[in-house]
């Protein structure tokens, strides 16, 4: 019995620390590969960002779903990087995808860069500001159309900017 119990206890760690690698993988893939124009140090990231928006935005993890309010947001208006305050998402090009994530057809031009994404023990693509690299979601192939694509994003990778306000 003790030799089970420990052949599942370290099996478990060994799976959560390549979990945990593989989201290491990813971050230095992306900052190697690229260059973006806004940089700044993790202590002025935490300085400007939450500690949500932070672990999200620097570290490519995940909201909850239906966690946050721009998914029901449905006003006229610009969804801002939250890093860096690109217009990334037209409110023309939201819908509901039932997900719980706020979700859109298409970026704006020059808004978004992707990257190949193989954490999970899947291939995705992986989209974040094309100007600070903030980390916002993935892009999949089952969205309406023009486009055919749903971009799955983060609410707390986004600032909205009501038309109104603009």
């Not at 995808?97 to 979700?103: C, V």
């Not at 291939?123 to 600070?132: A, N, S």
């Not at 986004?158 to 109104?164: D, E, I, M, N, Y």
């Amino acid at each position: 019995m003790m030799t089970t119990r420990r052949f599942f206890l370290f099996s478990g760690t060994a799976l959560l620390a390549s979990a945990g690698l593989g989201r290491f993988a990813r971050n230095s893939f992306a900052a190697a590969t690229e260059t973006f124009e806004v940089t700044k140090t993790e202590a002025e990231w935490k300085a400007i960002l939450t500690e949500d928006q932070f672990r999200i935005l620097r570290q490519q993890d995940t909201e909850r779903p239906f966690t946050s309010a721009l998914n029901t947001e449905k006003r006229k208006g610009i969804f801002q990087c939250a890093g860096c305050e690109l217009p990334v998402y037209a409110s023309e090009t939201k819908f509901d995808s039932g997900t719980g994530w706020p979700s859109f057809w298409e970026a704006i031009e020059g808004g978004i860069g992707t990257v190949e994404d193989t954490s999970l023990f899947m291939t995705r693509v992986e989209c974040h500001c094309r100007r600070c690299g903030g980390h916002f979601g993935h892009i999949f192939d089952d969205g309406p159309q023009p486009t055919g694509k749903r971009h799955c994003i983060n609410g707390l990778a986004l600032k909205f900017v009501s038309a109104t306000a603009a």
